[in-house]
């Protein structure tokens, strides 16, 4: 399965949730921010690429929905709500990001 964890740059959050999900019970997961800025950008081609995604706040929600919804179409995309306070590999964010995923995916501890 392959997961897309989704913030605003791609420094903190979703790099974090990258690193210790990656390889994970074989899934194959990639990270990307929604802002100008973000060290990897969203594209067409990272939601194509995704089975399941997976975002840290509400308007991720809305500018993933506001420039891919027909790629967006059917696929699950999950809110994670997981406010922008963490450095990268934080260990809160890591428990955090363990927890809230575990719901969603099997294997996660």
Known sequence: MKLLFICSRNKWRSLTAEKIFD????????????EEGARIKVTEG?????????????KHTRRLNEKFARQLNGKPLICLDI?????FMDEE???TLKSRVSGYIEGIE
Not at 23 to 34: I, K, L
Not at 50 to 56: A, G, K, L, N, Y
């Open 23 to 34: 390889g994970y019970n074989g899934y194959e997961v990639r990270s990307a921010g929604t």
């Open 46 to 58: 990272h939601i194509g690429w995704s089975d399941m995604i997976f975002v840290m706040e509400k």
């Open 83 to 87: 406010p922008d306070e963490y450095r």
């Open 93 to 95: 964010l890591i428990e």
